[in-house]
């Protein structure tokens, strides 16, 4: 009890004077990026429009759109035969996308189940094609990434599919699965951009804008260029990935502003340093968590220390009967939803909304953005 | 060749102090939405975070995304029996949505051929069903919308569908076709929140918000409750209209900013007297435009006085040969890009993008937004 009494509930600024805000997504984004877009949101660049206001055939657009591009090139190292799009749809259009443009309804593909997205995607899968689980710990509740000598990767599936970091059960990969020459597709919706990658090893990978990248509503697709252009027939037109290729992400129009705030973003990223001092940064941040979760015996991070999360921290409490008061007392602080579900309390406690910051959350989002 | 040197080249501003832009959309928005979203950019009603940073799952967005519904359904008169979506993907989305959602691949679907935006919906459509064009005036270069006694509307088809507004061709609908007890089906994308409109005409609505509601990356759906549920099998889970309504909208991450934005010009259109203003506004700014075009000698509209559009106003020259330099011209003057396409001179002329407004354009948008 004494914990729970340790909880503050004192408003904490970040060193930019900003309110701290650790939900997991839309997640806060670096307060230069904001303070920038804010001072030229009814003219930019002296042009006396909004970026919001511009049509995406115009030059102007065009070089914000073009610049976006080579910044997220420069920033992965991306190679030449693999394209960039600026999507619509959040990745969960992307577990659609995926099995319509690169499978068959014949085909075996293999998912790697390791918590609730990868679940979600792989269900979105079994529509389209037959879904081969190449590794489960769902009976464990999704503390671990199986061994690899556990590992069941079907003789010819049409790709493999993990989730790079799992944003509710806290379990990341940090390292890239050994898959051969089968096409490896990859959701780091909320860990791209927090590490160098090396982009050559993929297929496809993909990521919502609004975690690392940018605000809501827009994903980023990096497909290797000959993995374009096999859609299957009778599949929405913008759901193939070879007219977005075509025509730049202009098929019709884009979400222009959230592509401009990405780019943003983008630069700021390369002025802190680049993903090498994004990686600092999130070690650092949950590292920090971690200590204190595990020196406080009073929360559990039950995650296998090999693949815990260095972007969301989730956590039970020791002492199971104190989670009624620790929910309620959440509530009392936080406007965000807080309920007791599954292995992992889900307490969004981050609050930051009502002016108010409980340290500890499961949704802690740990990556650049809260600075 | 007078007329030519009449074209002004000098900065125009709007009342508010704004350069003019008439581009087609993303489009102008009113002075006082983008002020106040400036104003609260960083911070939103006291909250220390901007809406770009929240959760969609905060009772704060929750109280954004419910004001603008509640405002949507306030203006338009939605009827209780309409869902109303706010979604993801463009109106084109909705081009492969409607018939997943209302239609059997064995069915026959009707389509109003009245340009370029409803030759693009009934392509789609061709993939997953059988579209009978119900009327077209594509050998006369749409400048037209067939008389009543010509159509051709099945007996038994699952819907009719039909573009409000064509922003292209300049050919607007200036009332509602009647097709009995079919489900009626509208793109209104160009003139949703432009006039009164009766809602209870129609099975759906739709219209990408980049015109008249919003910043692009978001499409507003109103859809009548009796045709949800019905969607095919096999199709993306985001195409069923099913999950987004028993969501609200939030099946995964919607397009947040876009959506408050939005609801921001719904409070503004109440406030400027709700759709009979809007009318009055459209009917202003067109009359002026056609006026000064029929009585130019020099310019051309000639699509049929009985559906010219109250939105965009497209024009060819009396004297073709003036052509080549009159695109140059717009060239000179516009950062847009200027084209000479078809029957109509596709010059986006309007170029306040480098502080020079030409007053006539094939593209000029003429809604509230450019006050």
Request: proline content about 4%; aromatic content about 10%; glycine content about 8%.
């Amino acid at each position: 009890m004494v914990m729970l009494n340790n909880i503050s509930t004192a408003v904490q600024y970040t060193p930019a004077g900003r309110v701290y805000n650790f939900g997991a997504g839309p997640a806060m984004l670096p307060a230069k990026v904001m303070q920038r877009a804010q001072s030229e949101f009814m003219d930019w660049h002296g042009t006396g429009i909004s970026v919001m206001e511009m049509s995406h055939r115009c030059a102007e657009f065009i070089s914000i759109a073009e610049q976006s591009e080579s910044d997220l090139r420069e920033i992965l190292n991306i190679p030449r035969n693999y394209k960039v799009l600026f999507l619509q749809g959040g990745a969960t259009s992307q577990f659609a996308m995926v099995p319509m443009n690169i499978s068959q309804a014949k085909d075996t593909v293999d998912y790697f189940h390791t918590g609730h997205w990868s679940d979600k995607a792989l269900k979105e899968a079994r529509r389209f094609c037959k879904v081969n689980v190449s590794a489960t710990d769902e009976k464990n509740g999704f503390r671990s990434i199986p061994k690899v000598a556990t590992w069941n990767l079907s003789k010819n599936a049409a790709y493999v599919y993990y989730t790079g970091n799992e944003t509710i059960h806290g379990v990341e990969f940090h390292s890239i699965p050994d898959v051969g020459k089968v096409p490896l597709v990859t959701d780091m919706t909320s860990n791209l951009l927090t590490r160098p990658l090396d982009v050559s090893r993929f297929g496809i990978i993909f990521a919502g804008a609004q975690k690392n990248i940018g605000p809501a509503g827009l994903v980023v697709v990096i497909i290797r260029e000959d993995l374009i252009g096999k859609a299957r027939q009778g599949i929405p037109g913008l759901y193939d990935y070879a007219g977005h290729a075509r025509e730049k992400s202009m098929v019709n129009t884009p979400p222009t502003y959230s592509w401009y705030i990405a780019g943003l973003v983008l630069q700021w990223i390369k002025e802190q340093g680049g993903l090498v001092a994004m990686e600092e940064k999130a070690l650092r941040k949950s590292g920090k968590l971690y200590r204190a979760i595990d020196n406080s015996g009073f929360y559990i991070n039950s995650v296998d220390v090999s693949c815990r999360s260095r972007m969301n921290v989730p956590f039970t409490l020791a002492d199971e009967s104190l989670y009624d008061e620790f929910v309620a007392r959440g509530k009392a602080v936080s406007t965000m939803p807080c309920r007791k579900k599954g292995w992992t309390t889900s307490l969004y406690l981050c609050g930051s909304l009502n002016g108010v910051t409980v340290n500890i959350t499961d949704s802690s989002h740990l990556f650049g953005m809260t600075e």
